[in-house]
């Protein structure tokens, strides 16, 4: 396809174009949530979650641990069913996006030793024909805002057990420009149902300030282990322990959450799908049109010209942080 063709557009659009998930609390996130600490403990030991993601080297790695226990709509750990299977996460996704058909795809569960606040951000977008696309372009195709029309709609439970200093969960349910909002903890047991790829979302610093991990401290290969009732932050010789109150634990459910069964025909029947070159080709058009250059889409993705232009074009806005509301 040419670089200057008109971006085609899909004959099916599963989600609107703005975020209309709004968010769906659950002051009690799971039946029995001991049974959910066990499987945490026994999960250990932990690799990075840049390290489970095969994230490129930077040394600026931090103390992010993570498992994922489920994916591709498939449990990798059976012990986790009754968490992938959550009643109360099905019924808050059908709520939140107003969808008759939920199907759980992933789950994960991530543990932070202390460690400074991220920046807000989007997840990792989902669309339709792009599941093998590089990962830095999906995060690029989220934030241009070009490929709605191809959106699966996620939503995303995050569910949260942490009682230690900070570790607040930010997010802004009415987009990046408009005030954010915080669940401070303690956190226990609580969870959140929302559009995690439309809402702009971090967790703030964790544990006290003197206490963080420093980007970067730890290498790739540090692992968190669990032993003695305390959780141990292993590396090369090094070993730090963290009380079990120190550690923030926060349990990432997603679950497709589609309007109606037809809606999920067109994600299962793949009849518009997009293509690598058509993602370029989109991109490409709206670079031309705004005067910022075209890509070489006959060149592929991995033409450094083209990488380069995707990502000094398509990144996170600015998101106003001046303001602030506490949800509890
Ligand atoms: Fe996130």
Do not use: C
């Not at 790739?220 to 032993?227: G, I, M, S, T, Y």
């Amino acid at each position: 396809m040419a670089a200057d063709a008109p971006a085609p557009t899909p004959a099916n659009t599963l989600r609107p174009e703005v975020m209309l998930a709004k968010p769906v609390f659950l002051e009690s996130a799971f039946k029995e949530p001991e049974r959910v600490l066990t499987l945490v403990r026994d999960s250990a030991p932990y690799r990075l979650a840049a390290a489970v993601h095969r994230s490129r080297e930077s040394g600026t790695d931090v103390p992010w641990f993570r498992v994922f226990w489920a994916y591709g709509e498939k449990l990798a750990d059976p012990r986790a069913d009754f968490i992938f299977n959550n009643p109360r996460f099905i019924q808050a996704a059908r709520e939140s996006f107003g969808a008759e058909v939920v199907i759980p795809s992933s789950l994960m569960n991530n543990l932070n030793t202390p460690m400074a606040g991220g920046v807000p951000h989007l997840d990792l977008p989902h669309f339709r024909g792009a599941e093998r696309f590089p990962f830095d372009l999906l995060v690029a195709m989220g934030y241009s805002g070009l490929f709605h029309p191809w959106a699966i709609p996620i939503a995303s439970a995050l569910s949260w057990f942490y009682r230690g200093p900070g570790g607040d969960f930010d997010y802004w349910p009415d987009g990046p420009d408009e005030p954010r909002f915080t669940l401070s903890a303690p956190l226990w047991n609580q969870a959140v149902v929302a559009d995690n790829e439309y809402m702009f979302h971090r967790v703030g610093g964790v544990g006290r300030d003197s206490d963080h991990v420093a980007p970067g401290a730890i290498s790739r290969a540090a692992k968190l282990h669990h032993e003695d009732g305390a959780w141990s932050l292993v590396d090369g010789d090094s070993r730090q322990s963290f009380s079990e109150e120190a550690v923030r634990l926060s349990v990432l459910w997603k679950a497709y959450a589609f309007k109606d069964g037809a809606a999920l025909r067109v994600f299962r029947d793949r009849s518009d799908d997009l293509t690598l070159p058509q993602a370029l080709s989109i991109l490409s058009a709206d670079l031309d049109q705004r005067g910022l250059g075209r890509l070489d889409v006959e060149a592929g993705y991995g033409d450094e010209a083209n990488r380069r232009l995707i990502h000094k074009v398509y990144r996170a806005p600015e998101v106003r942080d001046a303001s602030r509301r506490r949800v509890q």
